[in-house]
Each structure stands twice: as C-alpha cells, then as structure tokens.
C-alpha cells in the first residue's frame, strides 16, 4: 500500500484546526483512499466510531443526506453527544449549496470537517470567500507522483535473492518501472493494473485510462456544467493534450478548431476551457516576466491533471510535451506556485515559487547542442537579476546520456527526468 505520506502528514497537521480542510483533485486520483485512510488511523488512535461521519454524496446509502438541508439535521442527529467528532464529506460538489452548509459547521466547536472535491470551482470560490486561508485549508491533491508509483513494485526488489538479483531489480524499478509511468501516468487505479513483473496488463491499463478521461469528462465537465456539445468539447481537450506545455490560447485554439471546419466564437471556447480547467482535466500556466515580475495574460500554456489522460485522449503530444507535464505536476505536488517564465527574449520553461524561494528549471527533449545552448542562454541572463542571481537552477533531460559540459558556465544543475523526480527537495 502506498501510504502518501505528505498527504496524510498535513491532514494530520490540519486535524483540529477550525477551518474546514478542502481536499481538491481530479477525479479517479485518489482522493476517496486518503479519506478512508485517515479515518482508520483516527480509530486507531482511540476515536470512538460514533464520533467519525463519513458521507460519499456519489454513492451515498440509505438514509444518508443528498441535499444540503438534509446534510444539517443529519448531523445534527448524530452530533448530540459531548467530544471531539470529524466529519468528512467526499464528493460533496454534488450537493447544490453546500457551501452554506458546510461554513455552518464551523460553528461548532468541536467539529473537525474534512471536504474532498473534484471541482477547482468550488475551491476558488471559497477562497475568494473566506479571505484565502481564514475559513478553509486546502490540500492540493494529485495522483501518483514518481516516488510513490515506484512503491507499488517494491516487493518485486525485496523479493530479490542476493545482493546481485537486487541490483537488478533496482534498476528494473528505476528503468522499466519510470517507462510505464511515462506511458500510462500516475492514477492509482492504472498503476494496479500494472503492478505485475511483466507489462502483459498495459492493455488492461491503457482501456482504463481511456474510461477514466470518459468518466471526468461525463461527470465533471458534461453533467455539471451543463455542456451541449459534448464533440466541441473533446476536440478541445485534444487540442489541448497535442500541444501540451506549448504556449497556446482561446484564440489559437479557436483557429485550429476553424481548420478542422468546427466555426465556434471566442467566447464559447473560453467558457469550454474554463469547464475543462474546473474538472482538473487540464491546468493553465501564466507567463511572468521576470523583469516586470508582470503576467501575461497571452502565451499561457495548458497542461493535464495526469499525464496519462493525454495517451487517453488521442497520441498526439511530443516526449518533450509529455516530460513538461509530468514536470508541472511536481512542481506543484511540492507547493510551488507554477509559471512560466520570460527574460527578454528568451523562455524559461518553468519558474516556480513557495514562499521566499524560487526555482528555475529547463527541460531538454534531446542532447542536440543548439538546443541546449539556447536552454542555457536563458539561465544566464538570471544573472543580471540580482533577487534571481542566486536562486536554484535545473536543467532536466529525458534521456540518460546527458552532456554535461555547460553545467559550471550557468550555475544549474542537471539530471534526467527519472532521477530529478526522485529528489527528496529541489
């Protein structure tokens, strides 16, 4: 069992905090296991059943709540007694008005509400509600990274004989094992199907992928947005998962779709993207330029919630699209703020920021030497910023074999994507 520590690490922080804690991913990630998981450990640290209430408002059973007013004398019911209890909603984006609901709870003072959601509306909105971090605490949920995918295969390098079967089997974990999750991304449910010595399930695994995407695409964009179109739709999230991690926008989506003889107005397409945005099928990423420290509103680039739902959508992306994708996604399992970034110029694939500290970060599709010299160039003008001057620089390639003979000149540090994935801190 993959345990997701940092997860389970701030839900445990959050536990007694007077704020509701809003758990917000995409659907299928894995946010109904930590939920589950948490509330096991609660029982084992001495939480009497009756103080923990669990509610899945997409299956929910009978005599449960389904509406928002019936969410209030449901608890009201089996909040009577004296203590501590913990209350977790999941999937509570299904109930209309339960906002209202759930802000009431807090009232109580010995309440503890855990809400899990699939919808990046629903945590926008009680942001700009509640001042930010006033009334809620908000985990940033993810599917598998790297690090915890490898743990699935692990018993495959205990199971190793002597001290050469192990190192074999390190490197099959470290080599076989970052292949498939390149290919098929880091749902939990896929990582499963694939978690024998051999990739005889990857068929198995690339129909449930293909299930999943269907299934956020149904549940999250179609039903609770209310969308008509359901083809305008999709060519959309394709067009979005072909030029993953290039920049792109309304207007130039809008284009290609004319090309493909699919006429539809700006507007249209914006509310579309925006339906795709509140799903977590797909995430913008701002431009900043790093002299101004300003955003552009155009040259934003758009990445998926799971590199795996590009393989599901169609196979049109490049190596490069798919390594930034997997890219954006750590970067913000780990806190940092994503953008990308501009300095006169020339691009800076990803600058990031959490609190005070800032990373700046190339990636390389090959080892051709105009291609890194111009990756490199970029790093180089940092220097004349004196408040980026110092800050951490990375330069990460897809392949193994990575020349090296720049690395002292700009000040960064390389690695391959594998291992860059694996760090503990950047």
Request: hydrophobic share 40%; charged share 30%; net charge positive.
């Amino acid at each position: 069992m993959v345990e997701r520590t940092a997860y389970l690490d701030r839900m445990r922080l959050l536990k007694d905090e007077p704020r509701v804690k809003m758990i917000a991913g995409i659907r299928h990630g894995g946010k109904s296991f930590m939920l589950r998981r948490f509330i096991a450990e609660l029982k084992l640290s001495g939480v009497d059943d009756g103080h923990i209430i669990h509610v899945n408002f997409e299956n929910a059973a009978p005599g449960e709540p389904r509406t928002a007013r019936q969410i209030e004398s449901f608890i009201g019911e089996k909040t009577e007694g004296d203590g501590k209890y913990y209350i977790f909603f999941d999937e509570i984006q299904a109930v209309a008005g339960w906002e209202k609901t759930v802000n009431a709870l807090l009232a109580r003072h010995n309440f503890s509400v855990y809400v899990a959601v699939s919808d990046a509306a629903a945590l926008l909105k009680n942001s700009a509600r509640t001042g930010g971090q006033k009334k809620y605490a908000f985990i940033n949920f993810k599917p598998f990274s790297f690090a915890e995918y490898k743990q699935v295969f692990a018993p495959a390098v205990e199971r190793g004989g002597g001290l050469l079967s192990k190192a074999v089997a390190v490197r099959n974990l470290n080599g076989s094992v970052f292949k498939r999750f390149f290919r098929y991304g880091g749902f939990p449910d896929v990582c499963a199907r694939l978690s024998g010595d051999e990739d005889a399930d990857a068929e198995t695994a690339s129909e449930r992928l293909k299930n999943i995407y269907a299934s956020i695409l149904l549940s999250d964009a179609i039903r609770r947005a209310k969308i008509r179109d359901v083809e305008l739709l999709e060519h959309i999230a394709n067009i979005i998962f072909t030029n993953a991690g290039k920049e792109n926008s309304t207007r130039k989506i809008t284009e290609s779709l004319r090309k493909r003889r699919y006429a539809k107005n700006l507007s249209l397409v914006r509310r579309y993207i925006k339906t795709l945005e509140n799903s977590f099928l797909i995430k913008k990423v701002s431009c900043c330029n790093l002299l101004t420290g300003k955003l552009a509103q155009a040259n934003a680039k758009y990445f998926t919630g799971d590199h795996g739902l590009i393989v599901a959508g169609q196979n049109g992306a490049t190596r490069e699209g798919i390594a930034k994708n997997i890219l954006l996604n750590d970067l913000e399992r780990r806190e940092f703020a994503v953008y990308s970034g501009k300095i006169k110029n020339k691009i800076i694939d990803f600058f990031a920021k959490r609190g005070n500290r800032f990373v700046f970060l190339q990636t390389v599709a090959d080892c051709n030497d105009e291609t890194l010299e111009q990756k490199i160039d970029a790093l180089r003008l940092l220097d004349n910023i004196e408040r980026f001057s110092s800050e951490k620089r990375y330069v990460v390639f897809l392949d193994e074999d990575m020349p090296r003979k720049h690395e002292a000149a700009c000040g960064a540090s390389y690695f391959s994507l594998r291992d860059f994935l694996l760090l503990e801190d950047i």
